[in-house]
């Protein structure tokens, strides 16, 4: 299998704080993990790339001290938005690259529902 | 830079009819991809292509990876009410600075009527 968990779901908070969002694979080490962000009825754009031990990659418009990623274990990587604003507001979805016999994979998050009041 | 474009936009079809959509790239992907994704959900892999002109199939779902690598379809055939969603394709990039990223089209929003 492939799973890949991410937590919260939905996290609703006000201007001015900071949100951990959490992406785990269950079943399989990630060396690489991806963030993306979807806004309603828009497909995905990639924000970053999550690299085990070493700095996230992020892509050009994407703030790195709004968006600090962690990638601290083979299965774990973390994104806080800080100090959060109504326009931070969106789907934050995570994958994580599943290494294969043909290629690398990836596999998606749940997503996680951020509202910034 | 790399831009996919996914055709149609929506579709609004009755229980029981195929269903085809496709997309096109201005650049050569070596891997194409086909999600399904819910309302709430993250995307979902349907099928995955990794050589030029090859044909697969997933139960009702068939893909075809286009002989130029520049293109690739996905059917659906006898439609049900749980096939819902918004339907991406994707390339994976094999080389220089987007290695390993995804390039995504902008979706396709099916409509099942009963």
């Known amino acids: 299998g492939a799973v890949v968990s991410q937590h919260p779901s939905r996290v609703i908070c006000k201007s001015g704080t900071s949100v951990k969002i959490e992406c785990r694979s269950l079943?399989?080490?990630?060396?690489?993990m991806f963030w993306y962000r979807q806004f309603p009825k828009q497909s995905l754009m990639l924000m970053a790339t999550s690299n085990e031990g070493s700095k996230a990659t992020y892509e050009q418009g994407v703030e790195k001290d709004k968006f600090l990623i962690n990638h601290a274990s083979l299965t774990l990587s973390t994104l806080t938005v800080t100090s959060a604003h109504p326009e931070d507001s969106s789907f934050y979805i995570c994958?994580?690259?599943?290494?294969?016999?043909?290629?690398?994979?990836?596999?998606f998050g749940p997503g996680t529902r951020l509202t910034v009041l | 830079g790399q831009q996919l474009n996914q055709s149609p936009q929506s579709m609004f079809i009755q229980e029981g009819e195929d269903v085809s959509m496709n997309c096109t790239s201005s650049s050569i992907f070596n891997t194409w991809l086909w999600y399904k994704q819910e309302p709430g959900e993250g995307p979902v892999l349907l099928i995955a292509?990794?050589?030029?002109?090859e044909l697969t199939s997933n139960g009702r779902l068939t893909a075809q990876f286009g002989i130029t690598r520049k293109d690739s379809f996905l059917n659906i055939s006898a439609s049900i009410p749980s096939d819902v969603g918004i339907y991406f394709c994707a390339g994976l990039n094999a080389g220089g600075t987007s290695y390993g990223k995804l390039t995504f089209g902008q979706g396709t929003i099916l409509t099942v009527h009963p």
């Open positions: 079943d399989f080490q990630a060396t690489t």
């Open positions: 292509l990794y050589k030029a002109g």
């Open positions: 994958s994580a690259e599943k290494p294969g016999r043909r290629t690398d994979t990836q596999y």
